[in-house]
């Protein structure tokens, strides 16, 4: 892949990837602020809803043209991924949280959605461009 192949991939993957973040974001902070919902409770639903933001981008913008035809399978490792990432910014919150005793939505946001999104951005950017969206092999001449 070129070089402006590339960036043009991580653009779209950030654009995708910002979509989903503020969605976690939003729904995160609309529980934990506005229904008292328990932060590490929060956390969960609102990977979850972004989750499937983030397949739709995915799979229809970010790598369009590495998409499948087996849907199912594409839509299985995107979620198995995306919960491996999930737990990576759960754990965050929870040693932030839990651990070190920082409970004010400020730190929950900073472990959660700021140290917890960077290193969980990385790893899903690799698991779905190598396993979920892996490119597709030109047909035999």
């Known amino acids: 892949m070129s070089r402006a192949g590339r960036r043009a991939e991580v653009v779209r993957f950030l654009l995708t990837g910002g979509t989903a973040y503020a969605v976690d974001l939003g729904v995160f902070n609309v529980l934990i602020l506005a229904t008292g919902t328990a932060s590490t409770t929060a956390k969960v639903v609102s990977s979850l809803v972004a989750i499937a933001v983030a397949f739709a981008g995915s799979r229809w ?65 690799w698991t779905f461009r190598t396993f979920v969206f892996p490119p597709v092999a030109p047909p035999p001449a």
């Open 61 to 125: 913008f970010t790598w369009r043209d590495r998409r499948s035809d087996r849907v199912v399978r594409e839509y299985a490792l995107f979620l198995v991924f995306s919960l491996l990432a999930a737990g990576i910014q759960y754990v965050c919150l929870v040693l932030s949280h839990d651990v070190l005793g920082w409970t004010s939505p400020v730190a929950d946001n900073l472990s959660a959605n700021v140290v917890g999104m960077a290193l969980a951005m990385a790893f899903r950017f």
